[in-house]
């Protein structure tokens, strides 16, 4: 998943949609559903329509929800979270570290039948590197690989480090060793697609020939989308695809649906969690619930005023009691955070020493600012996503704690879903309210691709020589619990210096059908669909 991480997040507490978040308002409205248009044992799911289903341009859970379905890449990640064979049946790296050698299956085809070889992964990952195609996500996650700053600055065509050996080999040679590269190839943006395909025009993707499990079958957009199997991943395999219902982003829809029997799995909003909590009731029975390697957080603009003060940062961090808004508001269905590594995630620091709630201490440092006090701060708006202008309760304590606790009057503006998730770096205000789930579980895919200086996803422009350092010998340290130190001690400084307002770790809350089997969602908030039985 992805930045959007990506603001990739489970939106259960708000508009139960599983695997995206957006911050914002709510409504309620069902319609009927349409019949699958694929028979036999069919899952049928709620979802909203992708943004889009290009692996180079996917940047949000929604879309890479789909995504991971249709196509895939030269590795993937298993049951464990670990790097495993995928399009590649093997690999070998070289004594230095920056060598990658991929034996590809030659019994790997595009849903059309056509044969998949290494140039189509080296075309693939020119193309996503193209400036003209406006990827968001290619530097982040193809950057190492030697010669593609060159392409995604438009001076060359080619990528130097991707070399085709043979149909079935692939060398990609990387600038420096680093402990997640495999981990960013299991990343859509390094998934495999046709050229052929491609070449049809601009919205080829509305008709893709992928590689994954399942093959799109029929979309019709606000009504329903369908996913069938792909018999090259389990020719004896009964379960016969996906049916998604698809609606707007509405709260409400997934629990009336499952209620009905429409779907077979729903993800649960806040306001049903009493109901499906109780042990007595209807659905506990149903109900499972998965940390979720996920992060809510305030992020400051650190460019422009006044948060570009440290102290500033830390003023607003410290007026908030985070206990109280996991307690009241959360109903204590997520878990604080004081640091910016969820719990699941390797290297989560469980002495890390956050920001505490401390008015006096606050009021404090805006008065030795050079602001001298809250009156002399320039204004201040917080960017957050949805429609209506109706805002999250979350957000709107949040907005009381500034109010009471410091007296400022802090605006929101709201952007449509799209704006938000795909043009925050340009339209973010002095702080976003913001959610980023990982992508693969290693703390670069958090601390670096948020934190680090330059990184195109480092929406609020943050930028700290000592944490860049630290980073830096994190990712190029191959020893496991060295490297780990290190990126504990750049969420120390990434914390002390306030350079967001961790909020809280999200949690899944599941419904699945009795009948279902094999259904479930890992802590990237991702299940693995060809693995599921539908027994009636």
């Not at 991707?162 to 981990?183: A, G, H, M, N, Q």
Request: proline fraction near 5%; charged fraction near 20%; charge should be negative.
């Amino acid at each position: 998943m992805k930045r959007i991480a990506l603001a990739l997040i489970s939106l259960i507490l708000v508009c139960s949609l599983l695997v995206y978040y957006v911050p914002g308002g709510c409504q309620t409205d069902t319609g009927e559903t349409t019949t699958a248009t694929i028979e036999g044992n069919v899952l049928k799911l709620y979802g909203i329509d992708p943004y889009t289903l290009d692996p180079a341009l996917v940047a949000d859970a929604t879309s890479n929800e789909y995504v991971l379905q249709i196509f895939s890449g030269l590795v993937c990640l298993d049951g464990d979270l670990e790097p495993a064979p995928d399009i590649a049946e093997d690999w070998q790296i070289s004594d230095d570290g920056l060598v990658y050698t991929f034996e590809l299956r030659n019994i790997v085809f595009f849903h059309d039948g056509k044969q998949v070889t290494a140039q189509d992964f080296k075309y693939s990952w020119e193309r996503a590197c193209n400036p003209a195609i406006g990827s968001q996500t290619a530097a982040t996650y193809l950057g190492d690989i030697v010669g593609v700053d060159e392409v995604l600055a438009g001076d060359s065509k080619e990528i130097s480090g991707v070399e085709v050996v043979d149909d079935y080999t692939l060398r990609v040679t990387i600038k420096e060793p680093c402990s997640y590269f495999l981990y960013k190839m299991t990343y859509a943006t390094s998934f495999v697609v046709d050229e052929d395909n491609v070449v049809e025009g601009v919205e080829w993707w509305r008709q893709p020939n992928g590689t994954g499990p399942f093959k799109l079958s029929q979309w019709d957009e606000g009504n329903q989308l369908v996913l069938e199997s792909n018999d090259y991943y389990d020719p004896t395999s009964s379960f016969k695809g996906v049916d998604f219902v698809l609606y707007d982003l509405w709260a409400g829809i997934p629990m009336d649906l499952y209620e009905t029997g429409q779907i077979d799995v729903a993800a649960v909003g806040m306001s049903y969690i009493d109901k499906v909590t109780d042990e007595a009731g209807d659905f506990y029975q149903d109900l499972t619930t998965v940390p979720e390697m996920s992060l809510i957080y305030i992020g400051f603009n650190c460019s422009q005023p006044p948060f570009d003060d440290p102290n500033i940062r830390k003023a607003f961090s410290m007026a908030i009691d985070k206990d109280k808004l996991v307690s009241l508001v959360l109903r204590d269905t997520v878990t604080r955070a004081d640091g910016i590594l969820p719990l699941e995630m390797p290297g989560y620091y469980e002495d890390l020493s956050g920001i505490g709630y401390d008015v006096d201490e606050a009021m404090a440092l805006i008065a030795a600012s050079e602001y001298g006090g809250v009156a002399d701060l320039p204004t201040i708006t917080v960017t957050t996503g949805g429609w209506g202008g109706l805002v999250a309760s979350e957000l709107e304590a949040l907005i009381n704690e500034w109010r009471i606790n410091l007296g400022v009057e802090v605006e929101v503006r709201q952007l449509e879903p799209e704006e938000f998730l795909y043009s925050l770096m340009e339209e973010k205000d002095e702080m976003f309210y913001w959610g980023w789930g990982a992508d693969y579980p290693h703390p670069q895919n958090f601390l670096e691709v948020l934190f680090y200086s330059g990184s195109e996803n480092n929406i609020g422009e943050y930028s700290n020589p000592e944490v860049d350092a630290l980073l830096e010998l994190a990712g190029a340290e191959l020893d496991g619990e060295l490297s780990l130190e290190l990126y504990r001690q750049a969420e120390q400084l990434l914390v002390d210096d306030a350079a967001c307002i961790p909020l809280w770790f999200g949690e899944s809350y599941v419904l699945t059908k009795p009948y279902v089997y094999g259904y479930s969602l890992n802590p990237l908030g991702v299940a693995s669909l060809n693995e599921v039985s539908v027994v009636k």
